[in-house]
């Protein structure tokens, strides 16, 4: 299976959002409790960001929970870096914490005012955000991507057009 740029050659576990309560904690960790109820960022950003130029566009060098190579969080136990642990307040169950993907909807205002709504990437949240337009009521939602497959997909759920992207620079210019 090929993911981006990456070719996946073994097992591995998959999974972004992810929310639980902790079970056990390192001797160093001081932020967290067993017992706590937390979730945390699938984002694996080191402590000194190292920036990476492609193209001639810088790139934050990272890595992400449940891409390859990077096992995820669909499993019954995980290890994830304390500072990307966040407790949770009373009032957000478990279940709520892992909505992050529908948190990129809210702030767009979404309404059947709106003339058209364009998403950039077909991906799981993407497809989560069409979903969430189609429901607040956008009349015309267009998707693009690089992957035909995930632009088929989004025709296919509920998109009304969809635009193939390149990721060569040099094709993008002379469009």
Not at 19 to 28: F, Q, R
Not at 141 to 159: E, G, H, P, W
Request: glycine share 6%; with cysteine; hydrophobic share 45%.
């Amino acid at each position: 299976m090929q993911v981006a740029d990456f070719i996946v050659k073994k097992r591995m576990v998959i999974g972004h959002e992810c929310a639980g309560v902790i079970k056990d904690i390192g001797s160093t960790v001081k932020s967290l409790a067993v017992g706590d109820r937390v979730a945390w960022s699938p984002v694996l950003v080191a402590k000194v960001v190292i920036f990476v130029k492609v193209e001639g566009i810088a790139y934050a060098k990272m890595k992400f929970f449940g891409s390859p190579p990077t096992n995820g969080s669909l499993a019954n136990q995980v290890v994830h870096p304390e500072n990307l642990v966040f407790k949770l307040p009373d009032k957000v169950s478990l279940e709520g914490a892992i909505c992050e993907p529908l948190s990129v909807v809210s702030p767009c205002h979404v309404t059947p005012n709106n003339k058209v709504v364009l998403i950039f990437a077909a991906g799981p949240i993407g497809l989560v955000t069409m979903l969430a337009a189609c429901t607040f009521g956008a009349p015309k939602i267009i998707i693009a991507d690089v992957d035909d497959c995930r632009l088929s997909y989004a025709k296919n759920l509920s998109a009304d057009g969809t635009i193939q992207v390149s990721t060569n620079m040099q094709v993008m210019r002379k469009q």
